[in-house]
């Protein structure tokens, strides 16, 4: 099956690895993946902060990159959770176009969901070796129904051991803009989640959504934590090279 | 009550740092979060309930104005007299002149938070008449003269050790050490306070449409007897709290007790239905039905009538993430949360509260919670919309989402952009690869580091096939 990746603007300029380990992924499920090389940003955060007009130019140009693919797929449940839930929200009134991004949103996966409910993942390449525990992210858990998948595949790797945090589903604080405009309030659920990490007694914290790692990346530096390995998903699951780019 | 939902990000400053306060709201996980994760799933079919409770509300909503006139109707015919109030000074002038009518000089107050709106209490002072709320946590805040912090438990801020100083002090009494001795002591000051009543005012938990009824729904039995101990009752509540049937209301009630207090039931559900007559040995003998619209009825038929859904369990709140860090107090007026960040800027103006809809991570814990479904994320991000329409957003917020959108819509400058960005990102985060301080993002950086980025995008890496 062909597999449009969208990389998404996060993993694209900060960590680019995920998005090759999400292609190591993919092919290992015997997916053929492509990468449409002028995607952006899906519109998440003009979506998100009331500015209606960009989110739909934004899936527009997704909608012109994307609809050929059997599948699209992101390393990102936010990201898919605003292609599959929210674009269909930007088109309400246009029947013809609403039903072209519904169909393409309901092609449009999280990329563990994705392994799981469509490829079948049989063999996860990874070879991580060690204790992790996992943040479950707010919009691929309670948007894309994201709790199962990612821990079924961690399952299929013989030396991880997953310590679940309590509260993992509680938000991190990230929440996009709302992580600069109200910084003092995310720092502080950012501190909750670290205190969660801590007491998880975990080598690594593991998430599907590179923008809670990095706020909770920061605050664990902040705190002088130096140690604790804050993971991609995809990382994690393709044996990536940590210190590649 | 005043709305001081303009200060909202000073009062976040001032609740992250208040211990007293923190260790209060770390109750809420256990008593509220864990209390409804434990009974909630004795409904076996929960999703298909809140599909039918979220209908039932719907359908009143669509047609509010036929079922208003309906309960109107049905509680004349049995006694009760209701009056419509268009904003809280109305309410308050109502109640003043039953006050006069019935020669009222003192009055016992159960929960409300509709009164709360109208700052009520005040209100009555100024007309003459002594105010004792009698429901506990009501009490003890009359006492510290302070509002409410949430709608279900308005005194969850305060611990025991305060309320104990605050009684001593009040009372005149020996302190007291624990919580069955300092309900003892309550109950004892609040005993002739029901007796001596001329009036008891209550709220509404539901209206019923179908026998003009008033419905209650309490934990500590002083709504019993404000409601039918003294001579007059006046039950004030909002217009948007009418329910067809009895039927219709078993259903709510399937979810409310258990979504606000982890309670299958509550102890007491009341259905106050007309005035005392010569067959009844109890009940007051004049009962005022006050229902408030202050803004409600503009929702209907607005992309936010979704709102009026609400039945005021709290869940919302309970499970917020936000709300479980600053408390009630930071939001300003009457209701807090994700519920109370959309009604405040509905009812009291979207530019005297401007931090609400934007202070939430849109996480969506509120909604999987909503016994009605209110999509509570939804509503918040259309009052952001609502704000950028209507240009309330900061210039330089405003600049900066239409800069990453033109970018993101020109893929070729983008890529130029984001390839200077990333190297110098990843220049300035040094060898520990960590940004202490990033221009224009002081929030994040004041309490966060910057992982730096890797120094080559993903795009430019991938052109020179660097997966190969």
Partial sequence: MHVGLFVTCLVDTMRPRIGFATIKLLEAAGCEVIVPEQQTCCGQPGYNSGDRKSAEAMALKFLAEFEAFDYVVLPSGSCAGMI?????????????????????????????????????????????????????????????????????????MPNVALHEMVESTTCCGFGGTFSVKYGELSTRMADNKCQHIAAAHAGAIVGGDLGCLLNIEGRLRRNGDHTTRVLHIAEVLSDSDLEAP | MQNTSINFKRQVTIKL??????????????????????????????????????????????????????????????????????????????????????????????????????????????????VMETDLGEYILQLAHEA??????????????????????????????????????????????????????SGGNFLLAETGSVLIVTNEGNGRLVTTLPRVHVAITGIEKVVPTLEDVTTLLRLLPRSATGQSITNYVSVLTGNKDSADHDGPEHFHIILLDNGRSSL????????????????????????????????????????????????????????????????????VVCPVKIPLPDLLR????????????SRQETFM??????????????????????????????????????????????????????????????KRGVHK
Avoid at chain 1, 107 to 133: C, M, S
Avoid at chain 2, 86 to 92: H, S
Avoid at chain 2, 164 to 181: C, N, S
Avoid at chain 2, 419 to 437: T, W
């Fill in chain 2, 17 to 130: 740092a208040d211990v007293k306060l923190q260790g209060a709201l770390s109750r809420l996980q256990t008593r509220f979060v864990e209390g409804r994760a434990a009974v909630i799933g004795e409904i076996n079919d929960l999703q298909e309930t809140r599909t039918a409770a979220a209908a039932i509300r719907d359908r009143v909503l669509n047609d509010l104005e036929y079922w208003l006139l309906h309960f109107e109707q049905q509680a004349i015919a049995r006694g009760a007299i209701v009056h419509w109030a268009e904003t809280g000074a109305d309410v308050n002038r109502i109640v003043a002149e039953i006050a006069a009518r019935h020669g009222v000089r003192t009055a016992a107050k159960s929960k409300s938070m509709v009164s709360e709106e109208c700052g009520l209490n005040d209100a009555l002072e100024l007309a003459g008449v002594e």
């Fill in chain 2, 300 to 367: 209907l038929g607005s992309e936010m009538q979704e709102m009026l859904r609400c039945i005021r369990c709290g869940a919302c709140m309970n499970h917020c993430p936000v709300y479980q860090n600053i408390g009630g107090h930071a939001y300003g007026w009457v209701y807090p949360g994700p519920m109370g960040s959309i009604l405040t800027p509905l009812l009291g103006g979207l530019e005297n509260a401007p931090d609400l809809p934007n202070a939430s991570t849109l996480c969506g814990a509120c909604a």
């Fill in chain 2, 382 to 393: 259309k009052l952001r919309e609502k704000q950028m329409e209507r240009g309330m957003k």
């Fill in chain 2, 148 to 201: 409410p912090s949430h709608i279900v438990a308005p005194v969850v801020h305060k611990n025991m050790e305060e309320i104990a100083d605050l009684f001593a002090e009040k009372h005149q009494l020996p302190r007291k050490t624990d919580i069955a001795e300092l309900c003892r002591e309550a109950r004892e000051v609040l005993r002739p306070a029901f007796l001596n009543a001329d009036m008891g005012i």
């Fill in chain 1, 84 to 156: 599959r839930v929210h674009y269909p929200d930007l088109f309400k009134d246009d029947p013809a176009l609403l039903a072209r991004i519904t169909a393409l949103g309901q092609r449009t996966y999280e990329l563990t969901d994705f392994l799981v409910n469509i490829a079948k993942l049989k063999k996860v390449p990874g070879t991580f070796q060690g204790t992790l525990t996992y943040h479950d992210s707010c919009s691929g858990l309670r948007e894309l129904d994201v709790y199962k998948q990612p821990r079924a595949l961690l399952a299929k």
């Fill in chain 2, 401 to 462: 989402l239409k800069a990453w959108a033109w970018l993101a819509l020109h893929p070729a400058i983008y890529a130029i952009a984001t390839k200077i960005g990333v190297r110098l990102m990843r220049i300035l985060g040094g060898k520990e690869k960590l940004l202490h301080h990033l221009p224009g993002a002081r929030g994040w950086t004041d309490g966060r580091d910057f992982p730096a980025p890797a120094g080559m995008t993903f795009r430019e890496l991938y």
